[in-house]
């Protein structure tokens, strides 16, 4: 894809979702709750640092030994009698679906939330096969009858009004119109149980690996997620190799911060550790269990300067902070990962050729690495990715210029802290005209914001922050 | 696919050779687990936070307290099909007799071998009205209960019904996850699937508005034995 079409299309996403006024609300509404729902949950945790610091310790480790450990975790899903099948990108992953379909005669599958299979475009590759794929997750359902792709990570369907889904129901599963949510929620229960029990496959993600006792953590709160692993004969889960963690105990450390960070509940409704298929003198669950393992590009990564990207457990929680992500929604991406955790991951997955302008979507306010449960420092990375767009040639000049001076200060700690001092100064200023919105900035800033306007730097900057909680 | 594995794995060994990854160190093993916590206490924060999901809870002194608890539940459904744990695996004596003494039928949960008599048997047993299990453990700090499978632990029973009841020792009350898994190091390799139910099903996909039951269970009763 030329840059050109990519620059286009991007302005063009954007525009069009900050002309969506429903969207925009929803928007507002759904981060905003999520939002103060985190924040309470944290709260409530008692050594929060202290657990978000392990949680973090967790991740580095682990992929810092991730050979040894996936080593380790296939010996034991093998041993609890599970298939592994390492897939070295999205087109290995499609085929060794569809392959384990072929053989087992499957012409139906219900799903539960993936964002592995959104990343391979597996429902494209079934339904080439002429396999029916139903998802089960009540938002993604929403959103697969009305054809469209999840507005955001936790809530897929949150664009749309009750309205709508009336509508859309009434359209497509052929009930009286309603928009009382509770009714439409049984109908779907209904119409979603019949798929569940004449499903010949399930497909599902997986939260995490736990490397020594070869099982896969799987956390959901609708019951979708225990249905597809449990009623249709074969099991796939799907899951990208960084996913693991080396024990137990370090999975409750993970799980602690998980809920919190996601939608504020200390723990989901369920939280299911599969470890193989059903035993042999178990009466139900599946026959067989097939964990995916996929890299598409994960591997490589590892050796960027990116790869504390890898560290991610996709809890959201930096997509509700993100004060883009607010105004322009998930769509507007135009990638499956989206919000600060997708403006990182997606060129570094993908090359940044396609995806330059990703990692320009943020004013490196610094939010989401304020609210990360593994404190993942987003905005290092962009300014990273923004060098490689640069390199790459794909930046009008004055934007180069633009991000040459701000690298420049950036990576000089005095400077730096002059800088985001004075955008704060000029924040502030022009916050009490626009809502909080910087429409233009003085030079040499104002290249930037020709085409986009800025969210307020945040009160405090982060070396700010830093020094204060050093002095501590 | 063999070539994927040495592939992936011969990448990541060369990644690692020089990657620089943030706050990565040796993991020191993890902190000694808290001694279990003074019972009256865990009952109290168990049921304390199981309340605000939705789900009920009940105390009972002994065996025939619990089992009049769940002969009440079960009277405000109307079905008379339940789907069981076997007796052993529910912590009170008694419940099977009693069942059948109500007239409540208990239906097989074990699917059969070929494809389409297992949807059919699935078909079956979505119409039980309650499912009723034991719980291997508590964890105070979430109000989740562990239930782990076996021969006769079905996932079932707990999944498929409108209404789960879920009886629980009280003896078998843990601060939190990492306790037990302390407690039970290796309770993956004996239970294929391990479920840590916390209340009922519940979605807001929408609008936001929470609905309860949307796949699981609508109604979690935990009975809790003392
Ligand atoms: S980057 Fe951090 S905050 Fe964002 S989804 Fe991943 S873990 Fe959550």
Redo the contacts with the bound molecule.
Sequence with gaps: MSEHISNVTFHDRVDDALRNQILHTALDRATGRFQSLRANALAELQDADVVRDRARLIRAHTLSKLDTYLEQFVANVEKAGGHVHFARDANALNEIVNEIARTRNVRGVVKGKSMISEETHLNHALEAEHIRVVETDLGEYIVQLAGETPSH?VAPAIHKTKEEIGELFHQKINIPYTDDPALMTAAARHVLRREFLDADMGISGVNFGVAETGSICLVENEGNGRLTTTAPRIHVALMGIERLVPNLDDLSVMLQVLAR??TGQKITVYTNLITGPRQDDEGDGPDELHVILLDNGRSKVLATEVAE?L?????????N?CPVYREIGGHAYGSVYT???GA?LTPALEGIAPWSDLPHASSLCGA?RQ??????D?PRMLLVERDWATRAGKLQWWLRLGLRMYSFTVTRPTLFKLATTAGRWGSRLVGASSGGWIRSLPPPLNGWTQSRDFPAFAQKSFSEQFEASRKK | MRDDKTLVLSQIRESLRTAHLPAARALVPPRAAIAQGDRAQLIENFRRELEPLGGSSYLARNDEQAIAVVLQILGQGDGREVLTWADEDIPVRGLGAALSLNNYARLDVNLPADAEGRKRKLAELASAAAGITGAMAGFADTASVALGTSATRSRLASLLPPTHIAILRTSDLFPDMACFFAANPHVTRDASNLVFVTGPSRTADIELTLQRGVHGPKFVHVVLVD
């Design positions: 990570i960070s996601s990207i560290y991610c457990i996709r809890c959201g929680a930096c997509l902070a919000g600060p955790v990182v989401c609210v990360c449960p593994v404190r993942i987003i």
